[in-house]
C-alpha cells in the first residue's frame, strides 16, 4: 500500500483481556515504531524495529508490553492483562533507514484502544 | 525540564496572517528537527523536516532552526482555515526515535 497501515481501527476490551494491535510499514521501510498517544498529549515513544530486531524498547511501560516484527515488515503491538490506563491511540510509523539523523517518520492512522 | 517544550495555545490568528509557532529542546546533540500537523482525531502528517541551522521553505511553511539556541519554529504564510489543527514539533534522540512537545494548537479564523 501507499501508507503506513493499522488494524484494528479501533479496539475496546476488558480490563484484564489480552489485545494485539497489528502495524503494516511502507513497503521497503527497514525502521518501524510504536508510539503512544493520550488526549492533549504529544506521542510517546514505545519500541523501534530496525528490520527483525528491537534496536531500542526503552519506552516499553512495563512487561505486559510486547512487540514483534519477524519478518521485518509487519509488526504486532502486544498488550497482556490490559488496564484503564493503557487506553490510548497507539501509532505506528516506519521510516526509510532508520538512521538516527535525517530519519523521517510516517504514521499509520493509529489504533484507539479503549480498556473498560 | 521537558525535553521538547512548546506553548500548547491555543494560538489564534486571523486569515491571512503569519502563524509563528515555536519550539525549544534540551538534547544539545539532536541533529534532526521535524513539524507534524495533526487534525482533530486524526494521526501526526509529516509537514517540515530541517537538519541544519538557517531557514526553510516549503510553500507556506518555513522551518527555523537555531542550534545554539536550542530552538526551532515554523512560520505559516497566509495562514486559511483548514491550517487549523495541532502542530507538533518532535527531535530525534541519538537512538532514532522521536521525542515530541505536546503541542500547539493553531486556530486560524475567517
Known amino acids: 500500500g501507499a501508507g503506513v497501515s493499522q488494524t484494528p481501527s479501533n479496539k475496546v476490551t476488558e480490563k484484564g483481556k489480552y489485545v494485539e494491535l497489528r502495524c503494516d510499514p511502507i513497503?521497503?521501510?527497514?525502521?518501524l515504531y510504536w508510539y503512544r498517544q493520550s488526549l492533549g498529549q504529544g506521542p510517546e515513544f514505545l519500541i523501534y524495529f530496525q528490520g527483525t530486531g528491537a534496536a531500542d524498547d526503552s519506552g516499553l511501560p512495563n512487561d505486559r508490553f510486547f512487540a514483534v516484527r519477524p519478518e521485518g515488515s509487519v509488526s504486532t503491538l502486544k498488550i497482556q492483562r490490559t488496564e484503564r490506563g493503557d487506553s490510548a491511540v497507539y501509532l505506528c510509523?516506519?521510516?526509510?533507514?532508520?538512521?538516527?539523523?535525517?530519519?523521517?517518520?510516517?504514521f499509520g492512522p493509529g489504533t484507539r484502544l479503549t480498556v473498560l | 525540564q521537558k525535553e521538547v517544550e512548546q506553548n500548547s495555545g491555543p494560538l489564534s490568528v486571523p486569515e491571512g496572517a503569519i502563524a509563528s509557532l515555536n519550539c525549544t529542546y534540551s538534547?544539545?546533540?539532536?541533529?534532526?528537527f521535524f513539524w507534524y500537523r495533526q487534525y482533530s482525531g486524526k494521526s501526526p502528517e509529516l509537514i517540515m523536516s530541517i537538519y541544519s541551522n538557517g531557514d526553510k521553505e516549503d510553500g507556506r511553511f518555513t522551518a527555523q532552526l537555531n542550534k545554539a539556541s536550542q530552538y526551532v519554529s515554523l512560520l505559516i504564510r497566509d495562514s486559511q482555515p483548514s491550517d487549523s489543527a495541532t502542530y507538533l514539533c518532535?527531535?530525534?534522540?541519538?537512538?532514532?526515535?522521536?521525542?515530541f512537545g505536546q503541542g500547539t494548537t493553531l486556530q486560524v479564523k475567517p
Open positions: 510509523a516506519s521510516s526509510l533507514l532508520g538512521a538516527a539523523d535525517y530519519n523521517e517518520q510516517f
Open positions: 518532535a527531535v530525534t534522540s541519538n537512538t532514532g526515535k522521536l521525542i
Open positions: 513497503s521497503g521501510h527497514t525502521a
Open positions: 538534547d544539545r546533540g539532536s541533529q534532526s
